[in-house]
Every structure is written in C-alpha cells, then in structure tokens.
C-alpha cells in the first residue's frame, strides 16, 4: 500500500511570509496528524483529526497556525505569518482508527516536510 | 502531565553486539500504550516496537525486545545483533488508549560502528 504522502521536502522563506504543507493519508485511514519536531527534540502533535472534524489542537499556536481536513482525505497545514520559531520538520501521521481507544491504532509517518526561517 | 524522559542522547555500539536503549514515562492513567520509534536521516519515522501496557509479557520483533516494567514506568529496547542500518535516532513514545496523539521523548542517537 502507499504511504503517506506529504510535499513539499523542503521549504525555505523569510519570517512574516506564509507556507503551506500537504498531507495526504493512507488510503482508509480515518485519523490524520500533524507534528512539529523542532531540531534536536521528539515530534509534538500540533492537530488530530478524525475525518473532516478536529479531536485535538489544543497545542496548536492559533494565531498564525491553522489546519483543515474538508473532505475527510486530504489536509492542509498553514502558517501565517512564519516567525523564526517555526523552522521545524512538520510530520504528517495517520491511522485507521476512527474512535474507541485510537491508541490502540499504529500511526504511520510521511517522510515531513523541513521548513527553514530566513 | 503525562511525560517521556530518555536519559541517553547518544549512544554507540559496535556490529552485532547488543545494546539497550532507556526510556522512563510518567502518567497516572493504566490504559496506554508505547512505542519506539526509529528515525533515520531521511526523517521518515519507522516504527519498531509497540507494547500494550495491560500486557505482562514484554514485546519482540525480530533483533528488537523491550523491557516494560509497569511499576517502575520504565520502557527499554534492547536492539540484538546491531546493524549499520540501526544507526539512527530512536524515539520512545506514550500514547494514552483514549487520545491517540503521541507524546514523545527527546531521542537517543545511535551510532553502529563497524
């Protein structure tokens, strides 16, 4: 089966402009992640969805940061305007579960996308 | 809160000798689950090994046992008969049953030297 997808590889722009990263599942997988992974740290989640709704963004930085899942699929992760904190690897997960205990549920990764802040 | 702590942020191990990597977790809850993970320079996070805490009997895959000792909150991997393609950054990683969101540690690089 294909992985997840997620694009760009690499994104390089000034503080205060705007990004956007893709991410795109394994096919039937219902839940889908989004997490940071700052240089030198593990991964922290930043959204949770489980098909088009949000279960979990209580850390994501709801000023600059936002995240859809419109069709349930596919998702889109924001940043607007980028500040110099953000230079990060964004991963993208998911998994099959759709409620009941998701722990239960391994997440598999896509290979990130790696912002760097000018 | 729940937490992971690995103690080692490197580590190195010659060919087909055995190490172990640590990894303590703190959470009061008794349904969760733990996972290592294994991250190589290409990013990808690939994982290893997944322990259901309700289960006594520690995990195995292949070259990869862990040591979970509930009590102690204590999670270790011991990689068996190290590879050059082990060399990597290996994550320990909680998920409470419940949630599904991950909480990782801070990483723990190994190095297999030939």
């Known amino acids: 089966e294909a992985g997840v997808a997620q694009s760009p590889r690499y994104k390089i722009i000034e503080k205060r402009q705007s990004v956007a990263f893709w991410c795109n599942p394994i096919s039937g997988h219902a839940t889908l992640y989004w997490y940071q992974q700052i240089l030198g740290q593990g991964p922290k989640l930043l959204i949770q969805f489980q098909n088009n709704g949000v279960v979990d963004d209580s850390q994501l930085p709801k000023d600059r940061f936002s995240a859809e899942r419109l069709k349930g699929v596919d998702s889109t992760l924001k940043i607007q305007p980028a500040k110099l904190e953000d230079s990060a690897v964004y991963l993208c997960a998911s998994s099959f579960g759709t409620g009941g205990s998701p722990g239960n549920q391994p997440q598999h990764f896509g290979d990130g996308t790696r912002l760097s802040i000018l | 809160a729940q937490t992971v702590t690995q103690s080692q942020p490197e580590m190195s191990v010659q060919e087909a000798e055995t190490v172990t990597l640590s990894c303590t977790y703190d959470?009061?809850?008794?349904?969760?689950?733990l996972f290592w993970y294994k991250q190589p320079p290409s990013r990808q996070m690939i994982l290893v090994i997944r322990?259901?805490?309700?289960?006594?009997q520690n995990a195995t895959e292949n070259r990869f046992s862990v040591n979970f000792q509930k009590a102690a909150k204590s999670f270790s991997l011991k990689i068996s008969d190290s590879q050059l393609g082990d060399t990597a950054m290996y994550f320990c990683a909680f998920t409470e049953g419940s949630q599904g969101n991950l909480i990782f540690g801070k990483g723990t690089k190994l190095s297999v030297k030939p």
């Open positions: 959470t009061s809850e008794n349904n969760y689950y």
């Open positions: 322990q259901e805490a309700y289960k006594q």
